[in-house]
């Protein structure tokens, strides 16, 4: 009898980027907070697809409201990426990468978000910053290697570190690429 595997859960995250009165471009990320699913975690702002969401842009956009308090009219997509699943969990993420406008502070949940984290693109690109250790998470079947950045005392690793790979040499020229 072969076992039919759980559908996947669709979720949306939005992948912000703004630059301050410093000039530096930041991406926003959040540590969640310890309770739940991914609870202590850092990733992006979103969460999963409600029954009412016209699209996954609607979700992400709706998920960031709530969590960090960043409203529509502060977020400009620029495209939506290419979507990750989860390790573990069975999640489909779609993130969408918007500039936004940041309020001076971040209004956030602190049912669901510890922390609002406000990270240079460069200090994520420095080498330094790339770790990988060997990992047991439960649904593996043993031991591999995990790939993540640091980020102070954290760490960035799964599907947020795989949303976040790809897209740093084109941050690190700006969002919209050379030229």
């Not at 079947?141 to 790809?166: D, E, S």
Request: proline share 12%; hydrophobic share 40%.
């Amino acid at each position: 009898m072969q076992v039919k595997p759980n559908p996947l859960i669709d979720s949306a995250v939005l992948v912000p980027i703004f630059r301050r009165a410093d000039g530096v471009l930041r991406v926003v990320l959040v540590r969640r907070s310890d309770h739940g699913v991914h609870g202590g975690q850092i990733g992006f702002p979103g969460g999963k697809r409600d029954p009412g969401d016209q699209s996954l842009l609607e979700t992400a956009l709706r998920e960031t409201h709530e969590e960090i308090g960043l409203a529509r009219d502060r977020v400009k997509v620029i495209e939506e990426l290419p979507a990750v699943e989860t390790l573990t969990t069975a999640y489909r993420i779609s993130p969408f990468l918007a500039q936004i406008d940041p309020p001076p502070a971040w209004p956030h949940c602190s049912d669901e978000i510890a922390e609002v984290l406000e990270v240079a693109v460069d200090d994520l690109a420095k080498p330094e910053e790339h770790g990988e250790e060997m990992a047991d998470l439960p649904a593996w079947p043993g031991p591999r290697p995990l790939p993540f950045f640091r980020l102070g005392p954290h760490r960035v690793w799964g599907a947020t570190y795989r949303i976040l790979l790809p897209l740093l040499p084109r941050l690190l020229v700006g969002p919209d690429g050379p030229g």
